[in-house]
């Protein structure tokens, strides 16, 4: 069965640090994407990587947070830098396997940034 768990998720005080995860069970080479959605907002795209290692980031995050894959230990990660209110947000990770149109959603984990 194929599992997606995040985790790592809390409450931070703008301009601090966090680091959310992403484990993937009984799928591989996938690519992973990181969504967000705010309450009473749409959700968005904010980092993907593939299963080659390629990132791609939304502006709005860019220069601030960084994904990265440990293909040994199937986790991937979203190092969240200079966080800013307007970072609070469910972070929802998504994996899709190579050459599949479908995408394996994670429950979720939720990050506060406090002003």
């Known amino acids: 069965q194929v599992q997606v768990v995040e985790s790592g998720g809390g409450l931070v005080q703008a301009g601090g640090s966090l680091r959310v995860s992403c484990a993937v069970s009984?799928?591989?080479?996938?690519?992973v994407d990181w969504y967000r959605q705010a309450a009473g907002k749409e959700r968005e795209s904010v980092a993907a990587i593939s299963s080659g290692g390629s990132t791609n980031y939304a502006d709005s995050v860019q220069g601030r947070f960084t994904i990265s894959r440990d293909n040994a230990k199937n986790t991937m990660y979203l190092q969240m830098n200079s966080l800013e209110p307007e970072d609070t947000a469910v972070y929802y990770c998504?994996?899709?396997?190579?050459?599949?149109?479908?995408?394996?959603w994670g429950q979720g984990t939720q990050v506060t940034v406090s002003s």
């Open positions: 009984g799928i591989s080479h996938y690519a």
């Open positions: 998504a994996a899709s396997p190579v050459g599949k149109s479908i995408q394996y």
